[in-house]
């Protein structure tokens, strides 16, 4: 279906443009842009004063679909995922069963073709049921549609089979994902190995468990080469060994930094607050400045959530005991405008570039720039909505969040994947039941 979308102010950093635009769709690509396209036979979608972005796109999400119902499944995932101006996510292999075949692919890939939300984009497992021990069917995977490969959720320990599996991903061209953590050294923290986490008395993850194995993959990816992405990167350390690897010429490997690491710190956990609990943990002030600096300077050049929910009765249980992760679709983008864009330390074009633009080009799929003959697939912003965050609105079945009650502005307020509107001002299609009709919004807005 046509539409034309006036009065917005565009941000699509991958084209070049910043400032006022009209968009032209036709059959669910972007046809035309331009300052003023003139007159054009088309419906008019008017978003005075709404701020324009490619759809944002996210490396790492668990949807749990598969066996984890009870905390996700592909289709709140994926209204989760629109509700907070997401188009497309790569959702990671640790179900049940674990993504290490063809069969899980396809299932996951009809249960999004169902829910026709937002595009999902399967990780398949590096190694068969997760257990690092014998690489997964990565050519059949990737022939039916998976987008890189990641034991995410789990390392793999064992060196040379991590190298192989390089050398197969290298042939695919396709990136590994890698959950850089040596289990030898984390051993059962559930907490930063800093002054909080040993106030609280509770076992500790030091920053070197991560470190050594990012020293390990980028040693790995010298060798062999091939794309290399390193998952939630946490610490100092990390950073450092991105840093002398790009000054060695390492091009084909990127790193993602989560919202929840770029704005908190080890104080969060507070009293054994389990929204507070991930792994990687929460770190100390200097990780989180180093983490603001190398996004800031584009060594890291990804951010991307880690959505993980969990049950609520999960996570509301003793501190030791409750599971890794929370939620993170939601509220990522009005975090990082409020945190970063408002205060001017980052630009909106700054934002949209790593949370659209590079991960579109790291997992090779279409998205992130909406120049002429790119898929429809859009958000708008109204920077003046200002919106407490309140867990019981979310779509996502996992409510944990750290960040509850934060007052939160820059809020998605209109989401479209292949030119069909998905979410309008806060409304899911398919979930909310008095989500408009098309009709009704082009009728609103002329």
Known sequence: MDLLIKGGILYDPAAGWEGPAEILIRDKKIEAVSPSLGPVEAPVLEMKDKLIFPGLVDTHVHLREPGGENKETVATGCAAAVAGGFTAVACMANTSPPVDGKETVAFIKERARRADLARVYPIGALTLGLQGKELAPLWEMAQEGARGFSDDGRPVMNSGLMLKAMQFALVLDLPIISHCEDLNLAGDGVVHAGSHGYRLGLPVLPSVSESVMVAREILLQEAVGGKLHLAHLSCSQSVALL?????????????????????????????????????????????????????????????????????????????????????????????????????????????????????????GIPGGTLVPGSPADLMAVDPQLQIEVDARRFYSRGKSTPFAGWRLEGFPVMTMVDGDIKMWEGKVKGFSPDFPGREELLCRNN
């Open 243 to 363: 840093k002398w690897a790009r000054e060695k010429g390492a091009t084909a490997l990127t790193a993602e930094v989560t919202p929840h690491h770029l704005l908190l710190t080890e104080e969060a956990v507070g009293d054994f607050d389990s929204a507070a609990k991930m792994n990687p943990p929460l770190r100390n002030s200097a990780d989180r400045e180093t983490l603001q600096q190398a996004l800031r300077e584009g060594v890291i050049e990804i951010i991307a959530t880690d959505h993980a929910p969990h049950h609520p009765c999960e996570k509301e249980g003793d501190f030791l005991n409750a599971p890794f992760g929370v939620v993170g679709l939601e509220t990522a983008f009005p975090l990082l405008w409020t945190k970063f864009v408002v205060p001017g330390t980052l630009s909106p074009a700054a934002l949209v570039n790593c949370m659209s633009c590079a991960p579109a080009r790291l997992l």
